[in-house]
């Protein structure tokens, strides 16, 4: 393993004799969600990987030093501390240099995780094209499927997004977008998108979206995508979805918030103008995919 980054034993010792290991993104956790919701779902997440067999390795940059599998304490700093900087791969080498603290975002996180032996990641939803009207933004984490090998086990990507377009810049990379259970690509905190977005396959089992993604790679492919809709008690309905959405974008330009600051600021104002509902869901779906990441990983071979 390489010198610049720091794993901790317990993943170390796993990844050597593969055994199963999901990593765990931490801009959910630093910008994504609020104190203290956050801590909550980052301890349930790694609570849902260990019940399911596997050893979870949550990732960021902790004063310039990029570490896979976080202590308690470390989990619980990130969680706390105002400031931190929400990286993607981009920004990885920035925040190394500036011996800074990183949240690592989906892409981030893919890179390090990948850097550490670790082959499966589970998140909320993934980063996209954002919807016409706003301003031309293309999250790095599709650009990162196209080149890392690794599983992301996610909700579909979020429904702030222009989720067609999405989907076809993912096909023109090469990234197979898998369902899970479905054959329709699901929408985060909404379970499904109006009219029917195809997934490009669909397994009903831990054991084919394993092989599927083995298979893959051993073709020479590098990410893909496992997306299971939100759990059915939680999920938020499209209509109400969409009407706070279109608030949430009108505060978002008249507050003029650009760049990587979008994401967080319309996830803020999601969770207040549903009364919360968004977080419950995001909460939910995060922790059931954590658990989906593991029952994956288990079934991946060396
Ligand atoms: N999933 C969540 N909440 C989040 C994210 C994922 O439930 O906040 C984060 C991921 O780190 C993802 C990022 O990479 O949102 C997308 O940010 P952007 O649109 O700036 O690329
Ligand atoms: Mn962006």
Not at 111 to 131: E, I
Not at 163 to 186: H, K, M, N, Q
Not at 285 to 301: D, Q, T
């Amino acid at each position: 393993m390489t010198n610049w980054l720091t794993v901790s034993d317990e993943v170390r010792a796993a990844v050597a004799v593969n055994r199963p290991v999901v990593a765990l993104e931490s801009t959910l956790i630093a910008h994504g969600l609020p104190w203290p919701t956050n801590l909550e779902t980052a301890r349930e997440s790694e609570a849902a990987v260990r019940a399911a067999g596997a050893v979870p390795a949550t990732i960021a940059v902790l004063d310039g030093t990029p570490t896979v599998g976080l202590s308690a304490a470390q989990l619980e700093l990130l969680a706390r501390a105002p400031g931190v900087r929400k990286a993607s791969r981009r920004d990885l080498g920035a925040a190394v240099a500036l011996k800074q603290h990183a949240a690592t975002t989906v892409s981030a996180t893919m890179a390090l995780a990948h850097a550490a032996g670790v082959r499966v990641f589970a998140t909320g939803g993934l980063g996209g094209a954002h919807r016409e009207g706003e301003a031309f933004d293309i999250s790095a984490d599709l650009a990162e499927l196209a080149r890392t090998p690794v599983l992301v086990v996610c909700a579909g990507a979020k429904s702030i997004l222009h989720l067609p377009r999405t989907l076809e810049i993912l096909e023109t990379l090469g990234v197979p977008v898998v369902g899970y259970g479905t054959d329709a690509f699901p929408a985060f905190y909404v379970r499904d998108h109006a009219p029917a977005l195809p997934v490009s396959a669909r397994v009903d089992s831990p054991a084919d979206a394993a092989a599927l993604f083995a298979a893959h790679v051993r073709m020479g492919g590098a990410g893909a995508v496992l997306a299971q809709p939100c759990p059915a008690e939680v999920a938020v309905p499209a209509v109400e979805f969409d009407s706070w959405l279109t608030e949430a974008a009108r505060a978002a330009s008249a507050a003029g918030v650009t760049g990587a600051k979008v994401t967080p600021f319309l996830l803020a104002r999601l969770a207040d103008l549903s009364g919360g509902r968004t977080l419950v869901a995001n909460r939910a779906l995060i922790v059931a995919n954590a658990r989906l990441a593991a029952e994956v990983a288990a079934r991946l071979e060396a």
